[in-house]
Each structure stands twice: as C-alpha cells, then as structure tokens.
C-alpha cells in the first residue's frame, strides 16, 4: 500500500524568512511525487512533481522541491515566502509498480499542512 | 479554458435523498476521479475511470456510485446519503500516463442533515 505523512499541521513563517513544508511517503515500488496547493474556497492547484532525475524540482510560483530517496522525502520549499503564499499545502504519491497492475492513475494524498504566512 | 467543472457548489439536502453531483472535463482525460476532503483526512479517493465504461472502486467507495458513459463526463451519486457523507467533494481528471498531474474541479460542499 502507498502512503502519505505531513507531520505538521500548519506551519508558521514570517514573510521574507524560508520555508518548509514536510512531507514523507511510503510505497513498494518507485514512487511519482507531487505537491498540490489549495487556496479559500478553490480546487486544489498543481505546483511541481517529481518524476525521475534530479532531486531537486523546480515548480510554480517560485516552490521547489527536494526528493530524498534514503529519507523517502519530499519536502516543499520556497527561499523567501510571501503572504499570499498561505494557503493548505498536499503531498501526493503515485507508486509506478501499482500503475503498472492497472490500479489506474490513483493518488494517496497527506492530510495537508496549513501554511501560515505573517507580514 | 481547460477547465475540471463540479456541479453543483454548495448542497443541502436530508438523509436518504438521492443526489448526484455532475462533474465535466474539456480535456480529452482518460482517467477521471472523485475524491472527498475532510480535516485531518487529506483527499481520499472514492471512485476512478480510466476510461468510458471503466470505473473501479478507491479507498471509500461505500455509499457512492458513479458512471462514465462519456469521455468529457463522471457523475457521482449517493443514492441514500448519510450525514457521514457530509464533506468537500472534488473531481479530478489527468491524461493517460504513470506521470501525469490532476487538475481538479473547485469542489462540493455537501452538508446532508
């Protein structure tokens, strides 16, 4: 089975200061990794993926995002966060060898962690 | 615009009422999914199709149906609802492939009394 922990439930930064967000994840194969973000009232939007290659992955507005394979990681980071970057923040996983025996394109998502942003 | 549509945004309705929640896509996906959020919880998946007359059941499946008669379309029906049903309700749509991205609808909230 694949698995997803945000062990935080909210994180709090000041603007301008860097930031992280934590995530780990559990599956029997290789793993597909994504981080998604959901802003008041809206669907949840996709900021960056990890497919295969570097570690380090680079997404929208500015996140980034570093696979550890040891550590089985995917932590999001930003270099210097915005107020408007608060908003409720989801890891995901998709396991390729679970794909593969046709459990279609299913994602296991964490239980999200609530970024807060203060000026 | 490419676009995930949910309908309708908000609902209220009682125990034991048949509802469904329509969901449409403009993309051409293959697959499609519904999935429901509640605190603590993340998203989890209740149904998936990876194509016009293939769904299969996600991790909650109990107290839903859905159908995919069409490419573009994926309605999800809760043919008795429970007031355990009562969440956000999203539907995603991704193309065919083990590294594609969701995009996803803007959400259901669904209150059932």
């Known amino acids: 089975a694949q698995s997803v922990a945000q062990p935080e439930d909210q994180v709090n930064v000041a603007e301008g200061n860097p930031l992280t967000v934590k995530c780990t994840y559990s599956?029997?194969?290789?793993?597909?990794l994504f981080w998604y973000v959901q802003y008041p009232n809206r669907g949840l939007q996709f900021l960056l993926k990890?497919?295969?290659?570097?570690?380090l992955v680079k997404g929208s507005y500015g996140f980034e995002a570093e696979f550890n394979k040891s550590q089985t990681s995917f932590h999001l980071k930003k270099p210097s966060a915005l107020v408007s970057d608060s908003a409720l923040y989801f890891c995901?996983?998709?396991?390729?060898?679970?794909?593969?025996?046709?459990?279609?394109?299913?994602?296991?998502f964490g239980g999200g962690t609530r970024l807060m942003v203060k000026p | 615009e490419a676009q995930v549509t949910q309908n309708p945004r908000y609902l209220i309705t009682v125990t034991g009422k048949k509802l469904t929640v329509t969901c449409s896509q403009n993309?051409?996906?293959?697959?499609m999914s519904w999935y429901r959020q509640d605190p603590g919880l993340g998203l989890r998946q209740i149904y998936y199709?990876?194509?016009?007359?293939?769904?299969d059941k996600g991790d909650v499946p109990e107290g839903y149906k859905v159908s995919r008669k069409e490419k573009r379309n994926f309605p999800l029906i809760l043919e008795s609802p429970s007031p355990n049903q009562t969440s956000l309700y999203f539907c995603?749509?991704?193309?065919?492939?083990?590294?594609?991205?969701?995009?996803f609808g803007q959400g259901t909230r669904l209150t059932v009394v």
């Open positions: 995603a749509s991704s193309s065919a492939g083990q590294n594609t991205e969701a995009f």
């Open positions: 599956v029997s194969g290789n793993p597909y």
């Open positions: 990890y497919i295969t290659g570097d570690n």
């Open positions: 995901a996983v998709r396991d390729k060898a679970r794909y593969r025996i046709g459990a279609g394109n299913m994602l296991t």
């Open positions: 993309m051409n996906h293959e697959y």
């Open positions: 199709s990876m194509n016009v007359e293939v769904t």
